[in-house]
């Protein structure tokens, strides 16, 4: 079974930077794409950034030019760099790995943007 467990949120201000991490339970980590999706209050989730099995990239327009997603297939990990930050980035974070018809989620990592 995987888990996924998310860390690195916080309280910053705005113009500021955040990591999140999410480590990886499982096997086969590499066969996952790896996701960053996020919820503000009141609102539905939305995707952030992906990458997939061979590292290729996509991002929401919101994301694109201050966030960069990575993974460490070594570490089991996946990492949200988030650049720029405005209070509309607040929200959950939540890590997502997909393989085929399997959706696994992390608990989140609350990010909170202000001043």
């Known amino acids: 079974q995987v888990q996924l467990v998310e860390s690195g949120g916080g309280l910053v201000q705005p113009g500021g930077s955040l990591r999140l991490a999410c480590e990886f339970s499982?096997?086969?980590?590499?066969?996952?794409?790896m996701a960053w999706y996020r919820q503000a209050p009141g609102k539905e989730r939305d995707l952030v950034a992906l990458?997939?099995?061979?590292?290729?990239?996509d991002y929401a327009d919101f994301a694109k030019g201050r966030f960069t997603i990575s993974r460490d297939n070594a570490k089991n990990a996946v990492y949200l760099q988030m650049n720029n930050l405005t209070p509309e980035d607040t929200g959950v974070y939540y890590c997502?790995?997909?393989?085929?018809?399997?959706?696994?989620w992390g608990q989140g990592a609350q990010v909170t943007v202000s001043s």
């Open positions: 499982g096997n086969m980590f590499f066969l996952y794409v």
């Open positions: 997502s790995a997909i393989r085929d018809a399997d959706t696994y």
């Open positions: 990458i997939t099995q061979g590292g290729s990239t």
